[in-house]
């Protein structure tokens, strides 16, 4: 079975620019995360939809960051414009309730951002 | 808001046991996770405590003890594969992820 499937694995990119960071989860799961890692501040949740729609967003940085989830099959994580700290891994993870509930989430490979 | 502290490196030699730390303070608290991190890879789940006990998952086992705000991964006949982060992970209405813990593992 295919995993949360990420991409880019890598985006480099200059400051000011528009990035576009893409998931598409398991099939049937209907939840999905994204997070941010970085060295200093670890695994940070971002924001997390049920069902499509968005349910907590409190973790997004700022106005710069916005995310979608136009259908059960697809989300993407925007950020503009870019700014060095927002250099990071970006993870996508997905999840069905039960398995939420019991903790368990399932993580992309991640989307490596450097912002230049 | 929701704190967790766990130790950011621990060192072992192959056949070791290790135990890895997680405190917590939450509100609205319903289990705790841990999950393994290789380098450049992905965060993997590896066990749930809902209740207080111990869980055991083959050579990993996982304790919670909510009265005391406290849970431990314990490794046991370490391997070098199991060089890696681990985190502890609260789960609230959301997951919230500790900083994480740096085990590395010698021969």
């Known amino acids: 079975d295919a995993g949360v499937i990420q991409s880019p694995r890598h985006e480099v990119t200059e400051m000011g620019q528009e990035v576009t960071l893409r998931c598409k989860p398991i099939?049937?799961?209907?939840?999905l995360f994204w997070y941010r890692q970085t060295m200093m501040r670890g695994l940070e949740l971002l924001i997390y939809?049920?069902?499509?729609?968005?349910?907590?967003d409190s973790g997004m940085p700022e106005d710069r960051f916005s995310a979608k989830m136009p259908n059960a099959s697809f989300s993407t994580l925007k950020i503009q414009p870019s700014e060095p700290r927002d250099s990071a891994v970006y993870f996508c993870?997905?999840?069905?309730?039960?398995?939420?509930?019991?903790?368990?989430?399932?993580f992309g490979e991640g989307s490596r951002l450097t912002v230049l | 808001g929701q704190s967790l502290e766990q130790p950011s490196e621990v060192t072992a030699v192959e056949g070791a046991i290790v135990q890895i730390n997680c405190t917590y303070q939450?509100?609205?608290?319903?289990?705790l996770s841990w999950y393994q991190q290789h380098d450049g890879g992905a965060p993997t789940f590896l066990s749930y405590?809902?209740?207080?006990g111990l869980e055991e998952t083959g050579r990993f086992s996982s304790f919670l003890s909510r009265s005391d705000s406290y849970g431990y991964l314990l490794l046991q006949e370490l391997q070098m594969k199991d060089s890696a982060s681990y985190f502890c992970?609260?789960?609230?209405?959301?997951?919230?992820f500790g900083t994480g813990t740096r085990l590395q593992v010698f021969p």
């Open positions: 993870a997905s999840s069905l309730k039960l398995a939420f509930l019991a903790g368990e989430l399932f």
């Open positions: 099939s049937g799961h209907d939840y």
């Open positions: 939809f049920n069902n499509n729609v968005p349910i907590d």
């Open positions: 939450t509100s609205g608290f319903y289990g």
């Open positions: 405590n809902g209740l207080d």
């Open positions: 992970a609260v789960n609230t209405d959301k997951l919230i």
